[in-house]
């Protein structure tokens, strides 16, 4: 089991920037952001392996977005700029302890475990 705990988000204005921190009880091979807006399907954000720290983005973020990550404390931050009233959303922590690397990094069925959620909200 891996527990992961979100933190780190907020309401800021546009253009402003937050950075959010996930803990894992454990070492995990892959973890990632989604985001889930109101109404939307839930999308993800950015991928890290933690042993490479290789790195992809959405589209939609890249240049603005940077998720990284600190073995030592088994935590993934993901640094947000220039953010937009579009990035409000519920962002979520998935971590991938089945080694599922068959499956698209932003599909959400890749994850075994999800953290509770924490909320951004951009205003304009």
């Known amino acids: 089991q891996v527990q992961l705990v979100e933190s780190g988000g907020g309401s800021v204005q546009a253009g402003g920037s937050l950075r959010l921190s996930c803990a894992a009880s454990?070492?995990?091979?892959?973890m990632a952001w989604f985001r889930q807006a109101p109404g939307k399907e839930r999308e993800g954000v950015a991928r890290?392996?933690?042993?490479?720290?290789?790195?992809v983005y959405a589209d939609s973020v890249k240049g603005r977005f940077t998720i990284s990550r600190d073995n030592a404390k088994n935590t993934v931050h993901l640094q947000m700029n220039s953010l937009k009233p579009d990035d409000t959303a519920m962002y979520y922590c998935?971590?991938?302890?089945?080694?599922?690397?068959?499956?698209?990094?932003?599909?959400?069925?890749?994850?075994?475990?999800w953290g509770q959620g924490t909320e951004v909200t951009v205003s304009s």
């Open positions: 454990r070492y995990t091979y892959t």
């Open positions: 998935a971590a991938d302890q089945r080694g599922m690397y068959g499956v698209s990094w932003n599909a959400p069925r890749r994850y075994n475990y």
């Open positions: 890290v392996y933690t042993g490479s720290g290789n790195t």
